[in-house]
């Protein structure tokens, strides 16, 4: 069974920029889909974007045009390049693996890691 480990969180000035790493081990990522989630204090864990194995993402609104999500599968990673930070960014960013990906109600199918904090504030 793949395990993810999230890193590269931070605490980060609103307008700014945080990279996110998402790395596999124990086997390899090839074609599943990956989403990465945030779970902000007192609320909802909500999935922000989903990679499929080819690469194709699907975005949540509010990160559209801010938030890229790619991979590298020969290193068993996926980033989430966070630009123009908002300080409702704020949340733990976790990684998992995701069947549905492009469908109207992607659901994660892995394991939980401890995810990287976020924090946007000035």
Excluded at 30 to 45: D, F, H, L, N, S
Aim: proline share 4%; with cysteine; net charge positive.
């Amino acid at each position: 069974q793949v395990q993810l480990v999230e890193s590269g969180g931070g605490l980060e000035r609103p307008g700014g920029s945080l990279r996110l790493s998402c790395v596999a081990s124990g086997s390899s990522l090839g074609i599943r889909a990956v989403g990465w989630y945030r779970q902000a204090p007192g609320k909802e864990r909500e999935l922000v974007v989903c990679i499929t194995g080819g690469s194709i993402a699907r975005y949540k609104d509010s990160v559209k045009g801010r938030f890229t999500a790619s991979r590298d599968n020969a290193k068993n990673t996926v980033f989430l390049q966070m630009d123009r930070l908002k300080p409702e960014d704020t949340a733990v960013y976790l990684c998992n693996e995701v069947a549905g990906c492009l469908s109207s109600d992607p659901i994660p199918s892995g394991s939980w890691g401890k995810g990287t904090q976020v924090t946007v504030s000035s």
